[in-house]
T-cell receptor, first 113, second 120 residues
Framework: AQSVTQLGSHVSVSEGALVLLRCNYS??????LFWYVQYPNQGLQLLLK??????LVKGINGFEAEFKKSETSFHLTKPSAHMSDAAEYFC???????????FGKGTRLHILP | GAVVSQHPSRVICKSGTSVKIECRSL??????MFWYRQFPKQSLMLMAT?????????EQGVEKDKFLINHASLTLSTLTVTSAHPEDSSFYIC????????????????FGPGTRLLVL
């Protein structure tokens, strides 16, 4: 069975500071990994996805994530936080056999002025 | 880009009534759609996988007779919450996968904006 664990249900960073949201996965097959963002009362927007190509994946809004097989991690980073980055972020995993996406519990990112 | 819509965006109903939620892929054909529910401040939980022209596949613990799913066309899937009760109040989100899939490549699922259901 696949699963993801997001460390920290809430993360606060100052505007302009580095954003780091942690995600570890568990999968018996090579995984496909995703980061989604959800703004209040809205659906999900795909930030980026890893599909066994380059281990460093660049996404939208300046976010990127690095797949590290040895650490079973897929942490999300952004060099400089903006106020507009405040949202809920979900890490997710899929094995592509049936395309079921398993979501982590989410991390709420707070941006401090 | 690919767009998925849901209707209605929010609905309030009385306990015991049935509510239908529509999920449409607007600019692509989707042989597979997925239905999720999200409780406040929690993650998305997959309820069922909806395949065009066949019966939906439900996740463990999801009552198929209570959450009726129909995927009659390549652009429309519906979720009907039958005999709704207050505990069914939740945020329901659908996603759709493009029909054109390249073997061995994970195709992106496109998510709808969600439907908030409140059962009184």
């Amino acid at each position: 069975a696949q699963s993801v664990t997001q460390l920290g249900s809430h993360v606060s960073v100052s505007e302009g500071a580095l954003v780091l949201l942690r995600c570890n996965y568990s999968s018996s097959v090579p995984p496909y990994l995703f980061w989604y963002v959800q703004y209040p009362n809205q659906g999900l927007q795909l930030l980026l996805k890893y599909t066994s190509a380059a281990t460093l994946v660049k996404g939208i809004n300046g976010f990127e994530a690095e797949f590290k097989k040895s650490e079973t991690s897929f942490h999300l980073t952004k060099p400089s936080a903006h106020m507009s980055d405040a949202a809920e972020y979900f890490c997710a995993v899929s094995d592509n056999r049936d395309d079921k996406i398993i979501f982590g519990k989410g991390t709420r990112l707070h941006i401090l002025p | 880009g690919a767009v998925v819509s849901q209707h209605p965006s929010r609905v309030i109903c009385k306990s015991g009534t049935s509510v239908k939620i529509e999920c449409r892929s607007l600019d692509f054909q989707a042989t597979t759609m997925f239905w999720y529910r999200q409780f406040p401040k929690q993650s998305l939980m997959l309820m069922a996988t909806s395949n065009e022209g066949s019966k939906a596949t439900y996740e463990q613990g999801v009552e198929k007779d209570k959450f009726l799913i129909n995927h009659a066309s390549l652009t429309l899937s519906t979720l009907t919450v039958t005999s709704a009760h207050p505990e069914d109040s939740s945020f329901y989100i659908c996603s759709a996968r493009d029909q054109i899939a390249v073997a061995g490549v994970q195709e992106t699922q496109y998510f709808g904006p969600g439907t908030r259901l409140l059962v009184l």
